[in-house]
């Protein structure tokens, strides 16, 4: 008889707010938790059933913990792939596998996957020097990415013309044609080990310019839904070519022609995803714990127009974090916060998100334009 959802321990690499979250739906299944993060008090310490305190990187820590667990996940792509192998080789349950992992935390190879699986995507080269960098065939201005371990808007640069060179990256990255966009939007699709996928309604996003980081999201998306149709179809056809169990988060343009350009993809639950808490009849966290365990998939049409944003810290401010003016947003209908348990705040770490649920979609961006200039996190 197979083992029900509540015998198999779910371990989580990576023990920030994605993996909060992961495990405050995972009590609701009678789902054990354990939890590897570096840092001694990650969001997830006080919630998660067995905390452990190392490298997620480092082999042995991460082989040595995923032994304790009968299905494995990750928070955040830049883990150790070898011993997710290694652990695949001996039975246990890797989701997403260790080799959709591997694609994806190479920003070269996940375009070069893109371009061979006729996923459409911005021209792009992949240069390993500053030399490469100058005699490109992608004439400035042109977006540099790291290859490895960029993360939340880190990573990432603008390049207007040569003599920025003597500031970029000196590392293996890509260069990319710059994008002229209407609108950077989000797909998220999950897909379990039987093959079945469901798609979460198209999300429309506003970043911080400064941080480069999403601040402000729409949920569900206005565009025409032939538009929105057809980024759930490439977010499918991802997420087949991947082969992928769990959840694949997938950015792109809306160019100003109406093409669609898939700009990155992510293998786990998402930024772009948080409203769903509230604002669809289930979650992202949900449901990637439905498709990692093998379930049915959860029915994920829209309850309500959902805005999200993100609270980051406050430019200039570092410290024990305080959130001022909380009781000013908590007396508005329809606001729902969510702190990530950190102490600490710094200019631009993500510190929370709330979600405003309205039935009339101008109501809702209003009441978050409030939040966004009401609630403050400083030190």
Known sequence: MAKQISELKLGILGGGQLGRMLIQQAINYNVTS?????????????????????????FDTVYNFGKK??????????????????????????????????????????KQFFKENDIPTSPFQIVNTKEDMENSNI????????????????GVMRIEHADDLANAFDAPCIIEKLVDFDKEIAVIVARNSNGDMKTFPMVEMEFNPEANLVEFLISPSTYAESLQQKAESIAKSIASAMNITGLLAVEMFVCHDGELL???????????????????????????????????????TSISNAVMINLLGEKGSEGVAKYENLEKILAVEGVFVHLYGKKYTKPFRKMGHVTIVDIDREKAIEKARYVQKTLRVIA
């Open 69 to 110: 667990a009968d299905i494995i996940t990750i928070e955040i792509e830049k883990v150790n792939i070898e011993a997710l192998e290694q652990l695949e080789k001996e039975g246990k349950q890797v989701f997403p596998q260790s080799r959709v992992i591997r694609l994806i935390q190479d920003k070269g190879v996940q």
């Open 262 to 300: 898939v700009n990155e993809v992510a293998p786990r639950p998402h930024n772009s995803g948080h409203q769903t808490i509230e604002g669809n009849y289930v979650s992202q966290f949900e449901q990637h714990i439905r498709a990692i365990y093998n379930l049915p998939l959860g029915d994920t």
């Open 34 to 58: 354990l939890v590897l993060d570096p840092d001694p008090d990650a969001p997830c310490k006080h919630i998660a059933n067995y905390f452990e305190n190392g490298s997620i990187t480092d």
């Open 139 to 154: 004439p400035f201005p042109y977006i540099l990415k790291l290859r490895k371990d960029g993360y939340d808007g880190k």
